[in-house]
Structure formats: C-alpha cells, structure tokens
C-alpha cells in the first residue's frame, strides 16, 4: 500500500506539492526515477525493472502520475496488464486534465484495480479503477488530498487518519528556500507503538515494506524540483534528481 500527499494551491507560486512513499515487495527489482524510455524522452520516472512501467512519473510539460494499488489487488495476475503502464500513458499528455479524459475510457478489466493521481500546476484529478467498466474520474479539489489503497482522505484507513492531521499541521516545503526538511521527516513516520497499517514508512514485514520515497514541487511558471530517497526514508538522504 503505498501513499501518496499532494497540496493543491491554485495562485501559488508552487500550486503543487507531492510526497510519497512507495511499499513493495522488497524482492521485486527497479531502477530510480531517471530517462529510462528512449521512445519517451520526456518523461522522468522510476522504472518497475519486473514489468517495465513506473510507480510514479513527471514529464517535462510538469504532468505527474502516480499508481496505487487498490485493497487485496498487490501483486500481477494471468491474463491482466502491468499497472505501472497507467503512468507512462498519462504522461503522454500535455496537462492533467488531457491526461484523466484520454484515461477515463479505458477498459478498467484490463488491469487489477487501482488508484491513480494526475496532477500539474493548475489542477489534480483522481481515477479510480474496479476491474471492470471505465474509471472512474474526479477532480481534487484545492488543499491536501491523502490517497492510499482507499479514496482519497478516507479517515476509514489508520495511515490516512494519522498521516492528515499531522501533514496539515505542518508547514509544507519551501523550495525557494531550500527547506524540505518537515514533510521529508514526516515520511520516515513508522507509528511506533501503534498498529503496522498506520505507519507511513512501513517496517519490512514478511518480505514487503517501504522501499524509496519523493517529494516533488512544481511552480507556477514551470520550474520542476523532485527529491528522491532511494531507501526508506530516514535510512538514506533525499536528494534532488535532474527533473
């Protein structure tokens, strides 16, 4: 189950910013987000080195996509399309909001359920996949949106219920000045002490948890900033990669 958070601030000077960590299998291979498809030179994401998609994208005209699991669908199945090629479609676009219309009717049987976030500087829209029919589509609204394996902000998930209150309790990251540092130790976030399925940064157990994390800020007048954790965060450094 991995998490995302995104602050959505129209006027801003930096309408956009995104944190999330990724949990996985720990065996399953990937590479950092970098230029890995030659036929999408615009595009920046990390690479599922199992199946070939991402978990996560943003290309240079500062689209971001994001894949989740939905509850009890981790993993592959026979006959079923790679989730991690629903970002790589999206960020064939030129804004969210292109992208969420070109997605919105797909046959959502060709693919395990899932939940997937669009976003840019001037909007963010949350499609949410069942298995069978079209996804489902609709846009998030101003403020902080916390997306898991259920609906976004859905306070009926231990982590969504911690990680709200604390996230909008602190100040968000500050790129003009350099300081990232409070979301970035709100990620590292393990509950101590309270139950496994409310922790951010989630302990290997029984061969899963989380592996990396980000933060990405994307500003008014298209600069784009990601900072990338390739470890759970609070075991290694985040550090800015060439987006």
């Known amino acids: 189950m991995c998490t995302l958070i995104l602050l959505r601030r129209p006027g801003h000077r930096w309408p956009l910013i995104v944190a999330a960590n990724r949990d996985e299998r720990l065996e399953r291979p990937w590479s950092a987000p970098a230029r890995h498809w030659p036929a999408r030179p615009g595009v920046i994401a990390g690479r599922d080195d199992a199946a070939g998609g991402t978990w996560m994208g943003l290309n240079d005209r500062g689209v971001l996509a994001a894949v989740l699991n939905r509850p009890h669908s981790l993993g592959p199945a026979p006959g079923k399309r790679s989730r991690g090629e629903l970002p790589l479609l999206a960020l064939e676009h030129p804004s969210a909001e292109a992208a969420a219309a070109a997605l919105c009717v797909l046959d959502a049987a060709l693919w395990r359920p899932f939940n997937l976030v669009l976003a840019d500087a001037s909007g963010g829209w949350f499609l949410r996949g069942l298995g069978h029919g079209r996804p489902e589509t609709r846009p998030l609204p101003p403020g902080l949106s916390i997306v898991t394996a259920q609906e976004p902000n859905d306070v009926s998930s231990p982590r969504i219920a911690r990680a709200l209150p604390r996230f909008a309790a602190h100040p968000p990251p500050d790129p003009e000045a350099g300081d990232w540092a409070g979301w970035e130790a709100l990620l590292a976030d393990s509950a101590p002490g ?12 029984d061969g899963f948890g989380t592996i990396c994390a980000s933060v990405v800020a994307l500003s008014a007048d298209g600069r784009r900033i990601w900072r990338f954790c390739p470890a759970p965060p609070g075991r290694a450094a985040f550090s800015p990669l060439d987006a």
């Open 194 to 205: 309270e139950d496994r399925a409310a922790a951010l940064n989630l302990p290997p157990e």
